[in-house]
């Protein structure tokens, strides 16, 4: 049975920094295509960023262009996020998710695992 378990969320200012972390149990995180989502209160879950099982390919939501940044360590068997420059509208619950497809997706419907979730805020 597939487990993602996030962890790293947490208060940080405007401009800071914070690495979230998500550890895949049940299986091997190279058999996954890895992607990180968002959801703020009141708001759908969007996309953020994701890593195709590969390895070889990147793909970031608009708004976090060259602020964040998806890695991956076989040896953990975790996916992460690196965020800098925080601002405000970061502020969400961060959600790992894992896809049997290759290249994952933008849309939270292709994966297949979900994680619990992470509070991030950023105050100004």
């Known amino acids: 049975q597939v487990q993602l378990v996030e962890s790293g969320g947490g208060w940080v200012q405007t401009g800071g920094s914070l690495k979230l972390s998500c550890t895949l149990s049940?299986?091997?995180?190279?058999?996954?295509?890895m992607a990180w989502f968002r959801q703020a209160p009141g708001k759908e879950r969007d996309f953020v960023v994701r890593?195709?099982?590969?390895?070889?390919?990147?793909y970031h939501a608009f708004d976090v262009r060259g602020r964040f940044t998806i890695s991956r360590s076989y040896a953990e068997n975790s996916v992460y996020l690196q965020m800098n420059s925080l601002k405000p509208e970061d502020t969400a619950v961060y959600y790992c998710?894992?896809?049997?497809?290759?290249?994952?997706?933008?849309?939270?419907?292709?994966?297949?695992?979900w994680g619990q979730g992470t509070q991030v805020t950023v105050s100004s």
């Open positions: 998710a894992a896809s049997d497809s290759g290249y994952g997706s933008d849309n939270a419907k292709d994966y297949d695992y």
């Open positions: 049940g299986s091997s995180i190279r058999d996954y295509a």
């Open positions: 890593l195709s099982r590969s390895g070889a390919n990147r």
